[in-house]
């Protein structure tokens, strides 16, 4: 099993950053797929962005150009640099792994935009 545990979320206003940030309790390098999702009130959980094991990355086109995934193995961790953020990137943002033919979620971290 792999527990993901994010930090990171907050309250920010519209244009502002933050940096989200995932540790997983096994060797990141382990890990096939991991990346980031998001649920908003009252829509479905959506990919924000995924990184391989082999650097290859997938955006949304809704966080293309803001938005940058990066993965720190030896702190076996997962990072989503958020930029320019709007109020629509509101949302819970939750770590995802793919790890040997089973997905694994953290708990989600709050990410508050204001306008």
């Known amino acids: 099993q792999v527990q993901l545990v994010e930090s990171g979320g907050d309250l920010v206003q519209a244009g502002g950053s933050l940096k989200l940030s995932c540790v997983a309790s096994v060797s990141a390098s382990s890990i096939r797929l991991m990346g980031w999702y998001r649920q908003a009130p009252g829509k479905q959980r959506e990919l924000v962005a995924s990184?391989?094991?082999?650097?290859?990355?997938d955006y949304a086109d809704f966080v293309k150009g803001r938005f940058t995934i990066s993965r720190e193995n030896a702190k076996n961790t997962v990072y989503l640099q958020m930029n320019s953020l709007k109020p629509e990137d509101t949302a819970v943002y939750y770590c995802?792994?793919?790890?040997?033919?089973?997905?694994?979620w953290g708990q989600g971290t709050q990410v508050t935009v204001s306008s």
């Open positions: 995802y792994s793919y790890w040997y033919n089973n997905n694994y």
């Open positions: 990184m391989s094991r082999g650097g290859n990355t």
